[in-house]
């Protein structure tokens, strides 16, 4: 007698019917791939995770909150920004919680911070740089104090084709070989205190600008160009630090974040670019006063993230070049020199 075959079911040669292989897994509650799905199934999919869910939530509103974030304690809202773009990493492990919770409710939850993240930082992911060659290159590098080859990380400089290039932290034991390194390539120069310009076109109305730190860390030169003047500023702010019980201790540089916008402010230039090593972010709300007045010429027009500190392991771009007047063509990352920073460079177009 002809027996009927179909996907639920297979004979064996002595006549036992035996269900499809993947039908009777998937049925059988023992089964690997039946343990694999029932865990998606059911009301329980949805009563699971709410503490990822709640956790996703509080998230996006870090995100779209951030500048709201107080700084009485701890300037918890300035550390939340300077490393802000690693917040995305939050997203990463509440994604493997859900999964791991099989929770449908926690990782629909992950769209909010998902959202957020991406209205902050999608941008900075496409190529942003135009094809004309630039009237002006910029490049600021905080050089270290201790750094153990400043003729080499010199030679670096000067081969990078900028036409104008900040140091930051330049050391008086190391000065000269900055000097040795850069004035035959960029003979226009002034180091003032622990700054310099170096510049391939000559330097006038060079003075200090005042951070209110005692000693200067800031100064101003008007460079000639062949499309016109700009003033350019080489600044070092004072640093920050976390610590455990102090927190996000930056007082001293947002009271020096007040005096450069100050300068920056009533400085009369058509063009002018701030070259230097800021510790802080474009997002951390205590540079505002600098930020709200300058444009980023990693934000413009750069590739990606821009991250020029740690050297080692690059995780906030602390280093900054920002004009108000010029139009930024192209930002990037230089190579590792030696310092504990990463020189950063960018081509402007100059307003006629």
Do not use: C
Request: no cysteine; glycine share 10%; hydrophobic share 45%.
């Amino acid at each position: 007698m002809a027996r009927a075959y179909t996907s639920e079911a297979t004979y064996s040669e002595d006549g036992d019917r035996r269900a499809g292989f993947f039908s009777r897994l998937a049925r059988r509650p023992g089964g690997r791939q039946g343990r694999a799905f029932s865990g998606w199934s059911g009301p329980g999919k949805w009563r699971r995770g709410w503490v990822p869910a709640a956790l996703a939530v509080v998230l996006a509103l870090a995100f779209l909150l951030h500048a709201e974030i107080p700084n009485s304690i701890g300037n918890l809202g300035s550390l939340w920004e300077t490393f802000l773009p690693w917040g995305g990493l939050g997203i990463v492990v509440l994604l493997l919680a859900g999964l791991l919770r099989r929770s449908v409710t926690a990782l629909l939850a992950l769209v909010l911070p998902s959202l957020m993240w991406l209205n902050l930082f999608g941008g900075v992911f496409g190529d942003k740089s135009a094809a004309a060659s630039g009237d002006l290159t910029v490049v600021t590098h905080n050089v270290n104090a201790e750094n153990p080859d400043p003729r080499g990380t010199a030679r670096k400089l000067a081969a990078s084709g900028a036409d104008v290039i900040a140091l930051e932290e330049v050391s008086r034991p190391q000065a000269a070989s900055y000097r040795a390194g850069l004035d035959k390539t960029h003979p226009y120069h002034k180091l003032t205190g622990t700054v310099g310009i170096w510049s391939k076109y000559p330097l006038t109305d060079i003075r200090a600008v005042d951070l209110k730190m005692g000693w200067p860390r800031a100064m101003r030169a008007t460079v000639e160009t062949p499309k016109g003047d700009v003033a350019v500023y080489a600044a070092h702010l004072p640093s920050v630090r976390v610590q455990f019980r102090a927190g996000f201790t930056a007082g001293q540089r947002d009271g020096s974040a007040d005096a450069l916008g100050e300068a920056i402010s009533d400085d009369p230039a058509d063009n002018v670019v701030l070259l230097g090593d800021l510790n802080g972010t474009m997002n951390d709300r205590a540079l505002a006063p600098i930020t709200s007045q300058l444009r980023s010429a990693q934000g413009a027009a750069g590739d990606g993230f821009g991250f020029s500190w740690p050297a080692s392991f690059p995780m906030a771009r602390i280093d900054q070049i920002m004009v108000k007047g010029p139009d930024p063509v192209s930002a990037w990352t230089l190579p590792s020199t030696g310092s504990d920073h990463l020189p950063i460079a960018a081509k402007l177009n100059l307003t006629d």
